[in-house]
């Protein structure tokens, strides 16, 4: 399962940094799209909008202001589900997704990976 960090960082002491290493040891195929570009774990992070084929999940690590510019981008990528990581809890765009089928959970990926509930 393809999962893409969205707000991706370079910098060890971000939480998205954690979570792709995280990801990537656990066996998951991981994407990336942040602020700059870079590489965290062997992974590109772009910049901008990337078209990704086959995102189950989308796990976001921004808050609900800097989602808006990729609401049409998420819902494009039709992913299975989003996990709205603490601090991206964003109501507007969990009805988005609901509309169009896509599950949300208000989770912190690095504990569901740590518990094996991923």
Wanted: aromatic content about 6%; glycine content about 8%.
């Amino acid at each position: 399962m393809k999962t893409l960090v969205l707000g991706a960082s370079t910098n060890p002491q971000r939480v998205s940094y954690q979570a792709m290493h995280r990801l990537k040891s656990a066996g998951h195929e991981v994407v990336a799209v942040g602020g700059r570009e870079g590489e965290v774990a062997g992974i590109p992070i772009h910049k901008g909008a990337t078209p990704f084929e086959n995102v189950d999940t989308i796990t976001l690590y921004l808050n609900a202001t800097r989602q808006q510019q990729y609401y049409d981008y998420i819902i494009s990528l039709k992913p299975r589900r989003i996990i709205y990581n603490p601090g991206a809890e964003n109501p507007e765009l969990a009805k988005l997704a609901r509309e169009h089928g896509i599950e949300n959970e208000v989770a912190c990926t690095l504990v569901m990976l740590s518990l094996d509930d991923y």
